[in-house]
C-alpha cells in the first residue's frame, strides 16, 4: 500500500493517516479535539501526541466543551500530575481558554466548524503534490486564519499549527499524488 511518507511505519501513524488525516469534519467536538491535540504538538512530534490521546479524551472528558471551558486551575494541574499528556502548562491551560472562546463563535456563528468551513467555501481544498517535502507549513490562507483566531483568543493557534489542523479536520486534503489515499486515487477504485 503506498502512503504518504510522513505516516511511516507505526501502526497508529499509519491508522490516522489511513482513516482521519484529511477527511473533511465538520463535528465541533472532533474540531475541537483536533485544535487541542495540534496545539499539544507544537515542538514535538505527533507520534508523540497520537499515543497520549487516549489519555487526553479521557482527561479532557472526550473534549467536551462546556466541560473543558469551566475547567479551574486545580482542574489542569490534577491533569498535568494525572495524565499522560504534554505536561507543559500553557499548553493545558489552551484548553480551557479555546474551549471558552469555542462557546463564543458558536454564539457568533451557530458552530466552530462553519466558522472554520467558511474560510474554504464549505469544500476541501484539494492539492496535488507530487511528493511530501511539497506540501508547505504554512499557507496565506493558515496565517490569515490564525490571526482572526488570534485576535478570538485562541492560544496555540500560529499559522503553522493552523495549518496542520487545516489537514487533521480535512479542510486542506495534501495526501501525494501517489498515496492512495488523495482523492484521485480513490476516486479511480
Known amino acids: 500500500m503506498k502512503r504518504c511518507l510522513w505516516a511511516g511505519e507505526e501502526p497508529l501513524m499509519q491508522q490516522y493517516h489511513d482513516s482521519e488525516w484529511c477527511v473533511p469534519s465538520r463535528d465541533d467536538r472532533y474540531i475541537f479535539e483536533m485544535l487541542t491535540l495540534e496545539g499539544a504538538q507544537a515542538g514535538l512530534s505527533w507520534s508523540i501526541v497520537l499515543n497520549k490521546r487516549e489519555d487526553y479524551r479521557e482527561a479532557f472528558h472526550n473534549f467536551d466543551i462546556v466541560h473543558c471551558s469551566r475547567l479551574t486551575d486545580e482542574d489542569l494541574l490534577n491533569i498535568k500530575e494525572n495524565y499522560n499528556v504534554v505536561r507543559h502548562l500553557a499548553k493545558l491551560q489552551s484548553v480551557r481558554s479555546n474551549a471558552q472562546a469555542v462557546l463564543e463563535i458558536q454564539e457568533e456563528f451557530g458552530s466552530l466548524s462553519k466558522y472554520l468551513w467558511e474560510y474554504v467555501e464549505c469544500k476541501p481544498v484539494i492539492n496535488n503534490r507530487k511528493m511530501d517535502a511539497d506540501i508547505p507549513a504554512s499557507t496565506d490562507l493558515s496565517i490569515r486564519i490564525s490571526k482572526d483566531m488570534k485576535k478570538r ?37
Open 153 to 189: 483568543n485562541f492560544k496555540f493557534v500560529g499559522p503553522v499549527i493552523i495549518y496542520s489542523f487545516m489537514q487533521a479536520i480535512g479542510m486542506v486534503n495534501d495526501h501525494i499524488e501517489t498515496c492512495e489515499y488523495h482523492p484521485q486515487n480513490k476516486e479511480t477504485e
